[in-house]
């Protein structure tokens, strides 16, 4: 499978982060060549424009409650291709399944699906007063998060824990010592990535303070 793309400028970990983004939070139009991109964040969309080569405008769209967001559309058929060659489709959302990623940059990947549809959360723990993390991806297909439960497992060496919220709603959790795992091979220095998410798992990184072995993380953390 191609890893560049030369009419979008887009190389390695670059292309399958983008791949992941637009699992988990962007939109293959039917026509069978514009993907579009959604964020609340205009200054990230700026970064998708500049890792593409794309000039175009970052619009404003409305949500069904009226609530506004960035997006970008990429108009190229060859990368609409490959996104189809990994596993996408049109109407994604609840028919997802296993896709075709790149074991090399699964990583890169999985940042971004992060960076689309999860959470990286910091809380303090009510009983022992210390700080506690946790990061979830969600998705509608339920085939898909296990999928990805079982990849990640494999690839990253994490353990997560499948849940359904509703039937159209699926969630994979992490504990903070999986996080922290993910943190450091996810969003490694330099990576193209969400500002704000990025700083929150650098956080999750440095804040090991009395954390101990896991049987989620499948080799000591340092």
Not at 87 to 110: E, Q
Request: proline share 1%; charged share 25%.
């Amino acid at each position: 499978m191609p890893h560049k793309r030369k009419d979008l400028n887009i190389i390695g970990a670059n292309l399958w982060y983008l791949v992941g983004l637009i699992t988990s939070d962007g939109c293959l139009s039917k026509d069978g060549r514009h993907i579009d991109i959604t964020a609340k964040e205009y200054e990230f969309l700026e970064k998708i424009k500049q890792v593409t080569g794309i000039s175009n405008k970052i619009g404003i769209k409305y949500g069904v409650r009226q609530q506004w967001a960035c997006h970008i559309q990429i108009g190229n058929k060859n990368f609409y291709n490959l996104l189809l060659m990994i596993g996408l489709r049109p109407n994604k959302s609840l028919t997802i399944r296993s896709l075709n990623v790149s074991h090399k940059y699964f990583a890169d990947f999985f940042r971004g699906l992060i960076d689309g549809d999860g959470c990286i959360r910091r809380w303090i723990h009510p009983s022992n007063n210390m700080e506690q993390w946790s990061l979830r991806i969600s998705s509608g297909s339920g085939v898909f998060i296990k999928w990805l439960n079982c990849i990640a497992e494999h690839l990253l060496h994490i353990k997560g824990k499948v849940h359904m919220e509703t039937h159209k709603k699926w969630i994979l959790k992490y504990g903070k010592m999986a996080a922290r795992e993910i943190a450091k091979q996810c969003y490694y220095s330099d990576c193209l990535g969400l500002d704000r998410k990025i700083k929150l798992a650098r956080e999750c990184l440095n804040s090991y303070k009395g954390w101990k072995k896991s049987k989620t993380v499948f080799y000591a953390v340092t």
